[in-house]
């Protein structure tokens, strides 16, 4: 059986080749390569390499060499029709049958690719004769020099209903494959067919082996739609395309490297000043495939965006589409321009160390998520921090790795606790490189400001949320030496987890929801989950001894000797080593539980101390409704914590 080219490449992009050797390598990733143990002869030093974005394994020692479809076939005794199979499966594609019907179509394919070509030609031609002079000024206009030009095939579709179908007709191509390629429309009222693309710059769009499949057409006069792409045709997929990937290709491997831009002109006016590792989606978001076609070339493409409310909804759509796609190592980084500035027009005007200095301010994908949740409106109640935090959970909910989705579960409750923190960097003027700002500019106060009472405060080293206090309180040693007398709960809740880490990958997400008085406590507590979410990546075991190793590697001996040494532990069986572990778990469980009920007596504090101060009718029923809802919660918690029985309290 023959397979299409195409449908091989299709295959071939829809599985990552590292992921699939992978299951039968342990493989390293160094630089832009994969290294590991070669599975086709026996050695010790590795030898093997596999490289993602050209798409082939490599062995220096015996010289076995092939793609992903070869891999299959030697280290399963499959044949190349029964790889195919299999691999057509795993990647959720439809296996083709090879009929007289395809071999056809395989031949009709080959044509209308001759017809796209002579298109080009034909659009060239035009741009470089009388008709095209104002396409030509236009260029030039733009900073477009002649090898630019010539190098991305740029042409004009002049004026006039038939001029380029009657050109090809001529050329002896048939109207049939005038319309399979999109070049031209039959009215449905069986009349002439005329030219799709007139009176407009046209941009020729390549597939993966660069050959043409589609048009880009920028209007020249006052058309409707200012751009105008061909339509999906048996050559052209737009959401499986990205403009000029295959030029890209070379310099992204040099620079290690790929910047994606919004339109075609931002692509070709940034290759022309020197940042050929530049592609562009095709007039819509980026679809899935075309994510993963980044990922291929690099493991963090940059998404460049304009500065203007338009590039930042672009942009939280693009978080959108690819936090359910993140995987270990891959992510996307997001760069934003000043307003009213695209790619082009910065090289332009302020030339290319101005779009160098964009780039290397690009923000990580957790850093816009967490500007453009932060964004979305005032954190300066305890409902709206909890519906902040909320946001912020279910979008990195949505993640599809285990591992990554953990750590940003992590992270993002790292700095949900820094925002109770003096001098916290997650709240300012949180601005996108020197464009628009995610964060309403404030002013010095987020909320009431009181002597003794709780409330947002800016002090000159960032915002802060001070729990209200008595001055009695105040006094106590409780108040002033916080660090070294942290509740007794939170001591035993780390220390079951210390000698019982093997339960932290079903009760980690609940853990990390946990809010610790105690800076120390706090940041060990942090520090524990990142150790075992980097253990699982490594697909290590974690053990007691192991997880303590760490710690004190990290700076927490003596914490540790602390927790050890602390005799009003030792009561608590459920925290000590030899405890079972269905006992650990429930008492940690339960630990969660009071913990999140500590938090609700003390937000009920702080809603009384408002209530009581002289709130306004209409805030006045508010506070009224959350005391009783919060009353509510806490009834409910202390009834269940208390069916639990006392294992840990």
């Known amino acids: 059986m023959r397979f299409q080219p195409d449908f091989l ?291 963090e493409p940059i998404l460049c965006f304009d500065g203007d409310n338009a590039g930042v909804r672009a942009s939280e759509r693009a978080m959108e589409r690819v936090l359910p796609l993140l995987k270990p190592a891959h992510s996307l980084r997001f760069a934003y321009l000043p307003k009213g500035e695209d790619p082009d027009s910065l090289v332009m005007t302020a030339g290319p160390g101005a779009f160098e200095n964009i780039l290397g301010q690009a923000k990580s994908l957790i850093d816009v998520l967490w500007d453009t949740t932060l964004a979305q409106g005032s954190i300066d109640t305890p409902e709206r921090r909890a519906g902040f935090r909320s946001r912020l959970i279910d979008a990195a909910k949505t993640i599809g790795d285990d591992d990554v989705r953990r750590f940003y579960l992590s992270d993002l409750g790292d700095r949900f606790k820094d925002l109770g923190r003096p001098g916290n960097k997650w709240l300012g003027n949180n601005r996108l490189g020197n464009g628009g700002s995610f964060v309403p500019q404030r002013g010095g106060q987020f909320g009431r400001n009181r002597q003794g009472k709780g409330g947002w405060h800016n002090g000159g080293r960032g915002n802060r949320f001070e729990p209200a206090v008595s001055p009695e309180l105040l006094r106590t040693n409780l108040a002033q030496k916080e660090s070294s007398m942290a509740p007794r709960r939170e001591k035993l809740l780390i220390r079951a987890i210390l000698n019982h880490p093997a339960l932290l990958e079903t009760l980690e997400e609940d853990l990390i929801k946990v809010e610790f008085s105690s800076v120390e406590l706090d940041k060990m507590h942090a520090a524990i989950i990142g150790i075992a979410v980097e253990s699982r990546a490594n697909s290590v075991d974690l053990e007691s001894s192991t997880l303590k190793n760490h710690l004190m590697e990290r700076g927490f001996s003596e914490e540790l000797a602390r927790l050890e040494a602390d005799r009003s532990l030792i009561s608590d069986g459920f925290a000590s080593a030899d405890a079972p572990l269905e006992t650990a778990a429930q008492g940690i469980a339960q630990l969660i539980e009071a913990s999140q009920l500590h938090m609700l007596q003390g937000e009920l504090q702080q809603a009384e101390l408002d209530a009581a101060d002289g709130l306004a009718d209409t805030e006045l029923e508010r506070a009224a409704l959350r005391i009783r809802k919060l009353r509510e919660q806490i009834v409910v918690l202390s009834q269940r914590i208390a069916d639990a029985g006392d294992v840990a309290l």
């Open 9 to 299: 490449d299709e295959l071939r992009m829809r599985l990552s080749l590292a992921d699939y050797i992978g299951r039968r390598v342990r493989l390293t990733r160094k630089g832009r390569e994969h290294t590991g143990l070669c599975p086709f002869h026996s050695e010790k030093t590795p030898s093997f390499t596999v490289n993602e974005e050209k798409g082939f394994y490599h062995c220096f020692g015996c010289a076995a060499h092939g793609d992903i479809i070869k891999f299959a076939m030697e280290t399963e005794s499959l044949s190349f029709p029964e790889a195919i199979e299999r691999l057509a499966d795993e990647a959720g594609l439809a296996l083709p049958v090879q009929t007289e019907v395809d071999r056809q179509e395989t031949a009709k394919r080959g044509e209308l690719h001759d017809v796209m070509e002579a298109a080009t030609h034909w659009f060239e031609s035009q741009l470089q004769s009388s008709k095209g002079q104002q396409a030509r000024d236009y260029l030039r206009d733009r900073g477009l020099s002649a090898e630019t030009i010539a190098n991305f095939r740029l042409g004009v579709a002049v004026s006039g209903r038939t001029h380029m179908r009657d050109a090809l007709l001529a050329r002896k191509f048939t109207e049939q494959q005038l319309i399979d390629t999109g070049l031209v429309i039959k009215p449905e009222d069986g009349g002439q067919a005329y030219d799709r693309f007139r009176d407009r710059i046209m941009f020729p769009i390549t597939d993966a082996r660069n050959k043409i499949v589609a048009f880009g057409g920028r209007a020249l006069g006052d058309a409707k739609a200012k751009y105008l792409n061909s339509p999906e045709t048996s050559l052209f997929h737009k959401g499986h395309l990205l403009y000029n990937l295959p030029k890209a290709r070379e310099t992204s491997r040099s620079k290690d490297r790929l910047i994606v831009v919004e339109g075609y002109m931002d692509v070709i006016a940034i290759t022309q000043a020197g940042f050929g590792e530049s592609v562009a989606p095709l007039g819509t978001a980026l679809s899935e495939q075309q994510i993963q076609q980044l990922w291929r070339l690099t493991p």
